[in-house]
């Protein structure tokens, strides 16, 4: 089993910056792809930002060049950096990671709980 855990998520101001974090735990032998999807409601969940293990980043063109994805593979982590950030960046922040948990040819995905993250004045 494969636990991912959100933190970091709150209520900041317009210009403001948040980082969030992603723990991944349990039976993992490597992971893959990790990311940042968001949601709000009425709307489906969005790409936000995605890196793979080698450190290739991908982002959403809305948060291009104001957000800014990492990650510990050591640590099994990967990290979101929102900086400028602004009231259309208010949604739920989900964790995702392409997990192996035996060996590297078999994976799959997993969501984390998902933090809440509200830009408002």
């Known amino acids: 089993q494969v636990q991912l855990v959100e933190s970091g998520g709150g209520l900041v101001q317009p210009g403001g910056s948040l980082r969030l974090s992603c723990a991944a735990s349990?039976?993992?032998?490597?992971?893959?792809?990790m990311g940042w999807y968001r949601q709000t409601p009425g709307k489906e969940r969005e790409m936000v930002a995605t890196?793979?293990?080698?450190?290739?980043?991908n982002y959403a063109y809305s948060v291009k060049g104001r957000f800014t994805v990492s990650r510990d593979n050591a640590k099994n982590m990967v990290y979101l950096q929102m900086n400028s950030l602004k009231p259309e960046d208010t949604a739920v922040y989900y964790c995702?990671?392409?997990?192996?948990?035996?060996?590297?040819?078999?994976?799959?995905?997993?969501w984390g709980q998902g933090t809440q993250v509200t830009v408002s004045s």
């Open positions: 995702n990671a392409d997990v192996a948990p035996f060996s590297p040819s078999y994976s799959s995905y997993y």
């Open positions: 349990g039976s993992i032998f490597s992971i893959n792809v």
């Open positions: 890196i793979s293990r080698a450190g290739s980043t």
